[in-house]
Each structure stands twice: as C-alpha cells, then as structure tokens.
Nanobody
Framework: QVQLVESGGGLVQPGGSLRLSCAASRIIFSMYIMGWYRQAPGKQRELVASMTSGASANYADSVKGRFTISRDNGQSTVYLQMNSLKPEDTAVYYC???????????WGQGTQVTVSS
C-alpha cells in the first residue's frame, strides 16, 4: 500500500514562507501524478498544485505566482514551496498520489498550515 508522509506545516505570519514535503514509499513514483490539496474548515478539499513525472505542473489560480510544486523522482518526494502566504491559505494540506493510468488516489495524513499574525 502506498504510504505518503507529509512534513513542514506550521504557523507563519502573513507574507511568510513555508515548504511542505511529502515522502512516498511503496510506490513506483514515476507512475504517479503527485499533488497537494488543502481543506479549510467548513470548505471542500481543493487542488492546490500537481505535477506529473515529466514535471508538467498545474496550479490553482489562487496560488499561481506564490506557490511552486516540485518533485525529486530519485527520492520519491514532492515539495510545495509556499511564499507570500495569506490568511486565506490557512488549511490542512494533504499530499496526493494519483496513478497515471488507473486514476486511483492515495492520500497522506495532512499537515496543518496556519497563516496568522
């Protein structure tokens, strides 16, 4: 079974930065589209960014120009660099691995990001 372990969340002031990491195991990493989703209280889970094994990236409009997704295929790890954070970025951030053919989703346990002064 695919295992995804996130790290890097925390409390940051508006305008600050955080870097999330997601280490994947029990996975053929190149077979998966890796992504980050977030869920704020009372809201639906939404896609933040995703990246194919060929490094093609997709971003939510709300984070374009501020967030950058990257992946290290050798280390089976995906990152989310978050800059110019806003209070509305506060949410639990989840790592997602979607199989490129079956489209089956696996999820990490989530990491809390809080943007507040």
């Amino acid at each position: 079974q695919v295992q995804l372990v996130e790290s890097g969340g925390g409390l940051v002031q508006p305008g600050g930065s955080l870097r999330l990491s997601c280490a994947a195991s029990r996975i053929i990493f190149s077979m998966y589209i890796m992504g980050w989703y977030r869920q704020a209280p009372g809201k639906q889970r939404e896609l933040v960014a995703s990246m194919t094994s060929g490094a093609s990236a997709n971003y939510a409009d709300s984070v374009k120009g501020r967030f950058t997704i990257s992946r290290d295929n050798g280390q089976s790890t995906v990152y989310l660099q978050m800059n110019s954070l806003k209070p509305e970025d506060t949410a639990v951030y989840y790592c997602n691995a979607q199989h490129r053919f079956t489209r089956y989703d696996d999820w990490g346990q989530g990491t809390q990001v809080t943007v507040s002064s």
